[in-house]
């Protein structure tokens, strides 16, 4: 079956991708049925064109670049096409439930997200979904829309975080229109296309839990284990291994969340992917000047996802999905003790997550420090070093990368990364002995420079260069967009001609606030 090159009229490359979506596939998600997900069209959105184009996603699906150029692509990627597809293809918000900010928030949904479908390619399966397409049965009181900023940040920002090594769903496209949308101000809807192996979420496990519904909560989770953990079917209880991969793999997305300096802004549970993918991208930052406590999210007064609260929120979510997974756990354990034998083992296996992130984290500090051996001693080193971070301000990105240039004989190399501190007797105290650890590393200055420079971006989605390809956006120039976004794919290159790019942040930087509103 393939439903839509007659369908809708398409041709070329995109009813090659249309074909795809519909082509029956085993083991999709959509397969699950209709206690999971509501079937519907996406939302007509009026005059839609493309803002953003990633081809390195387009590859993903064998797609190459001149698939933005046909002239379907922004009628498709806004839904438009959708009201036409046959009832067994027609686009699915899932639902789930979740915890927000620590308090059960009961049912939320696929608010504004539609899955399209999967695409195989090169033997990988990925799902696509339109964020921003319309109202859904989950919606609640949203509109079911998404506005052009956020959904610039959202695009700008999973190709950041690919290409710095940093699992995350992708996105294909950004679609804009002049369609207008209230938020505090009245903005333009857009639609991003989102990519992934799969959108499941911490949540859709809360959801069937807390409905009572083991039989679809079995269903979730095999489904899970067939696609992406089959392994786990071998142990003795496949579903707390289904469990022991999320909290390794969360634990090891929190270690690259932390080496980078990117905070997420609204880890609530149903934005914590199943597969350990950064997913839903709201108010995320990097942070600028070192502040530990820093809080993205001008929603969250209490900081509550603070920068190093992360890793403590994650372990938090990961309770909360072995929650939702009790049912089904312990199944090999005699009857009579099975409740109590199932609530020990899920507590063992969450154990895991601090051996996990500990080690994941401070391997990446030795990275970061560019440090090849490890000496008792070198977690103080880097402590010491977040310390004088703190007390100055010092820039989390520039710091590390102009580390690079410290020389393991002498002083000539600290200028760049001491300026970065006001109080430069503070630092000079730290780099000596950094420069004595260095010294008993066997690498030379060079070779060293060539390693850290390979784990210390350059180049990270500041929010100020968001806001200047958003602004630009607005008034119809899309070229920062895909000009930031080609930055932001190669991080850890000098790319000399984009210095600007690299820069501290301007003053009027300051005054920008990112809140939930999106
Ligand atoms: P978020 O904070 O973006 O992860 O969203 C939390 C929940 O609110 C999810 O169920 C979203 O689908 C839903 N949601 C957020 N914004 C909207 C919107 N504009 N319209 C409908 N639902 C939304
Ligand atoms: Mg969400």
């Known amino acids: 079956m393939s439903f839509s090159p007659s369908i809708s009229g398409l041709s070329g490359s995109m009813a090659a991708l249309a074909e795809a979506l519909g082509t029956p596939r085993e083991g999709t998600f959509a397969q699950l049925g209709n206690v ?212 390794l793999s969360t634990a090891d997305l929190l270690a690259q969340w932390q080496a980078v300096g990117f905070c997420h802004g609204v880890m609530n549970t149903d934005n914590m992917s199943i597969l350990g993918l950064t997913i839903d991208y709201g108010p995320f930052g990097f942070l600028d000047g070192f502040d530990a406590g820093y809080i993205c999210n001008h929603s969250d007064s209490q900081g509550r996802y603070a920068y190093r609260m992360q890793p403590q929120i994650a372990y938090w979510n990961l309770f909360c999905l072995a929650q939702g997974l009790l049912p089904l756990l312990g199944q090999q354990h005699d009857e009579s003790v099975r409740g109590e034998a199932a609530v020990k083992d899920a507590q063992g296996v969450l154990e895991g997550f601090k051996d996990r992130f500990a080690p994941a984290l401070e391997q990446r500090m030795r990275a970061k420090l560019g440090l090849q051996t490890e000496r008792p001693g070198d977690d103080v080193l880097a402590n010491r070093l977040f310390e004088v971070m703190q007390a100055n301000r010092a820039d989390f990105t520039l710091t590390f990368r102009n580390l690079a240039r410290v020389s393991k004989h002498d002083a000539s190399g600290d200028a760049p990364v001491r300026d970065l501190f006001l109080d430069r007797a503070a630092f000079d105290v730290w780099v000596n002995d950094y420069r004595a650890r260095l010294s008993e590393e066997t690498l030379d200055d060079a070779e060293r420079a060539i390693a850290m420079n390979r784990v210390n971006p350059k180049f990270i989605l500041r929010n100020h260069l968001a806001e200047t390809a958003i602004r630009r956006a607005r008034e119809k120039d899309f070229s920062e967009v895909e000009r930031l976004a080609a930055v932001l794919r190669r991080p850890f290159d000098e790319q000399p001609e984009h210095e600007a790019y690299a820069a501290l942040p301007p003053d009027w930087a300051s005054s920008l606030e990112v809140s939930c509103s999106s």
């Open 36 to 247: 999971f997900m509501t079937r519907l069209p996406a939302q007509p959105l009026s005059a839609p064109y493309v803002v953003g184009f990633s081809a390195g996603t387009a590859a993903l699906l064998g797609f190459d670049a001149s698939l933005a150029h046909d002239p379907a692509f922004a009628e498709f990627f806004s839904g438009n096409t959708t009201r036409d597809w046959p009832a067994e293809a027609m686009p699915y918000a899932s639902v789930y439930s979740g915890h927000q900010f620590g308090v059960w928030a009961g049912q939320l949904g696929d608010g504004r997200a539609l899955g399209l479908g999967e695409v195989a390619h090169d033997g990988a399966r990925y799902e696509l979904q339109l964020k921003g397409a319309g109202r859904t049965p989950y919606s609640r009181m949203g509109d079911g829309r998404a506005v052009l900023r956020s959904s610039i940040r959202e695009y700008l920002c999973s190709e950041a975080m690919h290409h710095l090594g940093i699992p995350t769903t992708r996105a294909l496209c950004v679609i804009g229109s002049d369609q207008p949308v209230r938020r505090e101000e009245i903005e333009t809807a857009a639609v991003v296309t989102r990519v992934a192996p799969s959108f499941i979420r911490f949540g859709h496990f809360e959801h069937f839990y807390s409905n009572d519904r083991v039989d679809a909560l079995q269903a979730l989770a095999d489904h899970v284990i067939e696609r992406f953990y089959p392994h786990c079917k071998e142990a003795d209880d496949p579903y707390l291994a289904l469990l022991n991969e999320a909290v």
